[in-house]
């Protein structure tokens, strides 16, 4: 099937800068064996008019495709990864781009397609002849917008792949066939015998935006995350879709909160980041109690950035939920920043998913995001050296509670200069004695 009797004519025009026109790519065609097809994703893309900023191509060979793609890692000096020797895959890394070779599966590329997750991802193209293979009908799935299986026997194949239904769903815009999503009902228990970054990686996109809200609802409905996310109710669901609405108020008033970002990644790969939006949700689908979220975090193979701040979130929760914002004290503002730390943006926008108002939480996000603010980012004009020295103190755990007060009485406006805090820490060695 040629490739202009699929598009139509405003996307021919576009042509050029399409995935499917080699000069694009990051690797001259002239270094492609005949047999070479693009297939999956960047194929199924390009048929949408979908483009991505970074080239991400999936080659199919018949034979030599270890060695085919290290040539081309050698001629370009690009980096070179064997993925898998035993089913020949192998990637070379270019700055924009990552290029993957894989050696055919079966006796034919026709079988190869049959072997794959869902039709739309069975679509092959060849650069030198500019022919499309579609033997499984993929084209009009992608028309209809149906995310259909292949076989039964694919997905068991690998389990992922009925988590990943509702991930692709959600990034195209796609429905599960309804025959596809009774299967998935039917293997959802196999999910727990996958390896757990992947599991993760997938719930990754369906927690990073509003649009992977509704596909988490329904993965969760149909037994997917029983295993993982054992105390996901349909209360943490619609917490969720809270966040989400939260979250559109938030970034529109207070921009600045980075909900979408991360204080020690700031990486914008959709899927991929960490974010605060992330975390939030997390925190709403994870057991309430600390030691039992934290066993649930681990096993999901989250970091433990990550999981100290769900961690955090959900330590101060609880003072959030018992008092009113705006009548904390300047001790209790001070003792709610330093519980959630960095983590506040997740809290905040827990907060009002839970119906905070943001009159009430205004003056706390305003604090957060002032770096000088004495309450949310106090310093001390004192350190445990300079008490040692002036107070002729050993070191030990009375230095420590010595800073504490001294920055509780700081943040309540009761010292401000080095003297002021030294006069503080004597006053209080005295009434010890005393």
């Known amino acids: 099937m040629d490739i202009t009797s699929l598009l139509p004519s405003t996307q021919l025009r576009e042509m050029p800068a399409s995935v499917l026109s080699p000069h694009t790519w990051p690797i001259d065609l002239a270094l492609l064996p005949p047999a070479t097809y693009l297939v999956g994703g960047s194929v199924r893309d390009a048929l949408l008019g979908r483009q991505a900023e970074y080239l991400d191509l999936d080659f199919v060979l018949p034979d030599n495709a270890v060695q085919t793609a290290k040539a081309i890692a050698h001629y370009y000096g690009a980096g070179f990864v064997l993925l898998d020797a035993e089913r020949q895959i192998a990637r070379v890394v270019f700055e924009k781009a990552t290029v993957d070779f894989a050696q055919q599966v079966g006796d034919s590329l026709e079988e190869d397609l049959e072997r794959r997750d869902f039709t739309v991802n069975a679509i092959a193209y060849s650069p030198h002849s500019q022919e499309i293979l579609d033997p499984l009908q993929g084209y009009q799935d992608l028309q209809q917008g149906w995310l259909r299986m292949i076989a039964i026997e694919n997905l068991k194949e690998d389990p992922l792949r009925l988590l990943r239904a509702y991930r692709q769903a959600a990034q195209l815009g796609f429905v599960v066939e309804p025959n596809t999503q009774r299967i998935i009902q039917q293997l959802a228990g196999l999910l727990q015998f996958i390896a757990a970054e992947r599991v993760q990686a997938e719930l990754g996109y369906l927690l990073s935006a509003a649009k992977g809200t509704p596909f988490l609802q329904r993965a969760w409905y149909d037994g997917l995350l029983a295993h993982w996310l054992p105390h996901a109710s349909t209360a943490s669901l619609v917490t969720i879709e809270q966040i989400d609405r939260a979250a559109v108020v938030l970034e529109q ?182």
């Open 253 to 434: 008033d207070w921009p600045s909160l980075e909900l979408s970002g991360w204080i020690r990644d700031q990486q914008r790969v959709s899927g991929t980041g960490r974010s605060w939006l992330k975390l939030a949700k997390l925190t709403a689908l994870v057991s309430p109690d600390l030691p039992v979220a934290e066993r649930e975090l681990w096993r999901l193979k989250y970091s433990r950035a990550e999981i100290q701040s769900v961690l955090m979130v959900l330590k101060a929760w609880p003072q959030v939920q018992a008092t009113r914002l705006a009548a904390l004290s300047l001790k209790e503002q001070y003792t709610l920043f330093r519980a959630v730390g960095v983590a506040f943006p997740a809290l905040a926008v827990l907060a009002v998913a839970s119906g905070t108002t943001i009159e009430a939480i205004a003056p706390l996000i305003q604090r957060f995001l002032t770096p000088d603010d004495p309450v949310a980012h106090p310093t001390l004009p004192v350190t445990g050296r300079d008490l040692m020295s002036a107070l002729q103190l050993p070191p030990g755990p009375q230095i420590g509670q010595l800073l504490e007060a001294i920055q509780l009485a700081k943040v309540e406006n009761k010292l401000q200069t080095r003297e002021e805090a030294l006069q503080f820490a004597q006053s209080m060695l005295e009434f010890k004695s005393d």
